[in-house]
Structure formats: C-alpha cells, structure tokens
Nanobody, 115 residues
Framework: QVQLVESGGGLVQPGGSLRLSCAAS????????MHWYRQVPGKERELVAA???????NYADSVKGRFTISRDNAKNTVYLQMNGLKPEDTAVYYC?????????WGRGTQVTVSS
C-alpha cells in the first residue's frame, strides 16, 4: 500500500524559510519521479516542483530560484526547501507519486506566510 506522509509546514513570516518532508512507503522510491503540488481553496492544485530518479529537477516559474527539491533514496524521503517565502506561497502542500499510471497523494501540510 502506497503511503505518502508530509511534514514541516507551519506559519512563517514573509522572507522566511521552511523545509517540507515527504516520507514514502509501499513504492520502489528510488525509481520514481516525485512531485510537490500546492493548492489554495477555490483553485486547482498546481505543480510546484518535481525530481526524477536521476535527480533532474523542474520548478514552476513562480518558485524558481527560491525553492529547491531534493531526495534521499536511503530514507525514501523527498524534501522541498522553501526560501524567500511570500504571502502568495500560502497553500496546502502535497506530495505526489505515480505508480502503475495511478497518482497517489499525501494528506498535505499547511504552509502559511503572514506577518
């Protein structure tokens, strides 16, 4: 059974930093592309960042230069380091993986950027 568990969200002031973690189980983690999405109420979930099994990364234009996605295959964990946070980064952040053409999601972690 695939499980994704996010952690690390919270309340931070503009310009601050947070590191999100997503622990995965039930998959062969090292061969999977891992994704971080975010969603604001009333809007569609949007892709924030992705990392392939080989370590190639991809970012939404809105977070380029501020966010960094990384992975630790020994710990079956993917991270999202978020620096220079802005109020518009406020959202629920979700970890995602595809296996057998089916998407799996964690429950999400709330990130709130506010003074």
């Amino acid at each position: 059974q695939v499980q994704l568990v996010e952690s690390g969200g919270g309340l931070v002031q503009p310009g601050g930093s947070l590191r999100l973690s997503c622990a995965a189980s039930g998959i062969i983690f090292s061969i999977r592309t891992m994704h971080w999405y975010r969603q604001v109420p009333g809007k569609e979930r949007e892709l924030v960042a992705a990392i392939t099994s080989g370590g190639t990364t991809n970012y939404a234009d809105s977070v380029k230069g501020r966010f960094t996605i990384s992975r630790d295959n020994a710990k079956n964990t993917v991270y999202l380091q978020m620096n220079g946070l802005k109020p518009e980064d406020t959202a629920v952040y979700y970890c995602n993986v595809r296996q057998a053409a089916r998407p799996y999601w964690g429950r999400g972690t709330q990130v709130t950027v506010s003074s």
